[in-house]
């Protein structure tokens, strides 16, 4: 049977992941990538969540056959960049699901990047020299998924390089080099997903490739379940009495699209909202003190600060972003890229220091707002020096993420 998004059990030691994968997809919505990766032992489903979004993913409107998926408002590839919008309403216009493609290990450069098209190179009646995209540029204004990308990152360097320009920038580039041909350099707004098993061979992605480590905007370490009433069901959904269940599909299909589709009208709501909404001056500065104080070496990382935590606010239906929903992101945003002892320092450093740190247009903080920060922050924010890498890779599970 198959299985759907909607199907999917969420429990503690996933929703990070969900909630990445939602916030993912609104900041792709609205052109603007956001890159993940999910850690996890094998058989924890990290793969399968990732997978199944595909089934919430928008529809977008492209230039009529384009294989780049061209915006018809700004047209980038080689075939109708420049062109007028009498000239591109004459070609016509389509509507299709956001793409979702997958790089597998044994794929090629050219398989990737780009390549001669060869049925162009051969047609009898007008041969022509002429590229066919890859699997990149064929991913523009969608989602590029990459499973065990720590052994990606270890057996294929080439496509590792090739990653390394696409996310070094946003949107990033990719380029095409045959020879005889121009090399065409293409413009590709993608959000980049990955998995691994960091306790596996070669290893972790940031003791394998840093760099590429490093471009990922956040990373979660994906949990097992631990409740008995999860795992119970999760037993009896997979058990073949309920599987050979020949009623069960047609029974469970409406609903369940009717599900993908409400989900799918609330990723495009938030999208519309992302659009539009700020981070406020007093938020942004407690990024920057935090950069500064504690010497962060990547850029990134502060931009994702204020991406993520915007994006959080709004996928949990609030309109501004606060102090505290920077902190939330902190462990997602920083375990990749520093040691223990920095995020260590730097988780420690937010503790008590909710919204009212900064002044916010001279506006008196209430108790009540006071109260709950500090309430927050003894919860959440303990200590974390005594914990071991398998330990501090899980500091997100202590995370509030409660919803569906």
């Not at 052109?31 to 919430?56: F, N, Q, V, W």
């Not at 075939?79 to 044994?106: D, L, R, T, W, Y």
């Not at 065990?148 to 920038?169: C, H, Q, S, V, Y």
Request: with cysteine.
């Amino acid at each position: 049977m198959l299985q759907y998004y909607a199907q999917l059990e969420r429990y503690e030691g996933n929703q990070a992941l969900f909630d990445m994968t939602k916030m993912s997809i609104v900041s792709t919505i609205a052109d603007e990538p956001l890159h993940i990766h999910a850690e996890g032992l094998r058989g924890t489903g990290k793969t399968t969540i990732m997978r199944k979004a595909k089934d919430i993913l928008p529809n977008i409107v492209r230039i009529k056959g384009c294989l780049y998926n061209c915006d018809p408002s700004k047209p980038h590839c080689p075939n109708h960049k420049g062109k007028s919008a009498q000239e591109i309403a004459e070609i016509g216009v389509e509507a299709i699901p956001m793409p979702f493609i997958e790089i597998s290990h044994s794929a090629k450069v050219g398989t990737v990047a780009g390549s001669i098209d060869l049925a162009r190179l051969t047609d009898p009646t007008k041969p022509e020299a002429a590229l066919l995209p890859g699997l990149i540029p064929q991913a523009h204004r969608g989602i590029l998924f990459i499973d065990e990308i720590n052994r990606l990152a270890d057996t294929a360097p080439e496509i590792t390089d090739i990653l390394l320009d696409l996310m070094g920038t946003k949107p990033g580039t990719v380029q095409i080099e045959e020879a005889g041909l121009p090399v065409v350099s293409i413009r590709v707004n993608v959000s980049v997903w990955a998995a691994s098993n960091p306790d596996e061979d070669p290893g972790p992605l940031e003791e394998i490739r840093r760099q590429l480590s490093d471009r990922f905007d956040m990373v979660c370490y994906m949990g097992r379940p631990t409740s008995i009433d999860v795992l119970a069901k999760m037993l009896k959904e997979n058990f073949h009495t309920t599987k050979l269940n020949p009623d069960r599909d047609a029974m469970d299909l409406d609903a369940i699209l009717k599900k993908h589709e409400e989900y799918t009208r609330t990723l495009v709501k938030w999208a519309e909202i992302y659009r539009d909404t700020d981070l406020p001056d007093f938020v942004r500065n407690y990024i920057a003190r935090l950069y500064v104080k504690h010497n962060l070496e990547s850029i990134r990382a502060i931009e994702a600060m204020q991406q993520g935590a915007v994006l959080y606010a709004i996928i949990n239906e609030r309109n501004q972003a606060t102090n505290n929903d920077v902190t939330r992101m902190l462990p997602l945003i920083l375990k990749h890229r520093v040691d223990s002892d920095t995020l260590i320092r730097v988780i420690n450093d937010t503790e008590g220091k909710g919204p009212s740190m900064f002044s916010s247009g001279g506006k008196k903080t209430s108790s009540k707002t006071e109260e709950e920060d500090a309430d927050y922050f003894k919860k959440e924010g303990r200590p974390l020096k005594d914990l071991k890498r398998k330990d501090l890779i899980n500091t997100e599970k202590s995370i509030d993420f409660n919803r569906d």
